[in-house]
Nanobody, 119 residues
Framework: QVQLVESGGGLVQAGESLRLSCAASGSIFNIDAMGWYRQAPGNQHELVARITSGGTTTYADSVKGRFTISRDNAKNTVYLQMNSLKPEDTAVYYC?????????????WGQGTQVTVSS
């Protein structure tokens, strides 16, 4: 089992920044991709950003140029630096970790952290 603890959410004004962190613990081996998803009321769960073990990153079009994902493998932690925040970024943000065991991928999720951006 992998446990994920998120931190860094909060209430900010439009244009400000936040940094989310997600620390993994437990049976941490064969961790492949780490990422962030979000869900706003009435909206679907969507990928925000993802980074593979090799460092390849993927971003949602809506956050490209504003958000940066990074990971510290020594600390088993993934970060999401969010700049120039907009009200439409308001959502619950969830950390995700993909663990590969015998060619099967198992996903783990954090409890979610609220990000609220006021206009």
């Amino acid at each position: 089992q992998v446990q994920l603890v998120e931190s860094g959410g909060g209430l900010v004004q439009a244009g400000e920044s936040l940094r989310l962190s997600c620390a993994a613990s437990g049976s941490i081996f064969n961790i492949d991709a780490m990422g962030w998803y979000r869900q706003a009321p009435g909206n679907q769960h969507e990928l925000v950003a993802r980074i593979t073990s090799g460092g390849t990153t993927t971003y949602a079009d809506s956050v490209k140029g504003r958000f940066t994902i990074s990971r510290d493998n020594a600390k088993n932690t993934v970060y999401l630096q969010m700049n120039s925040l907009k009200p439409e970024d308001t959502a619950v943000y969830y950390c995700n970790v993909a663990q590969v065991i015998f060619s099967r991928t198992r996903d783990y999720w954090g409890q979610g952290t609220q990000v609220t951006v006021s206009s």
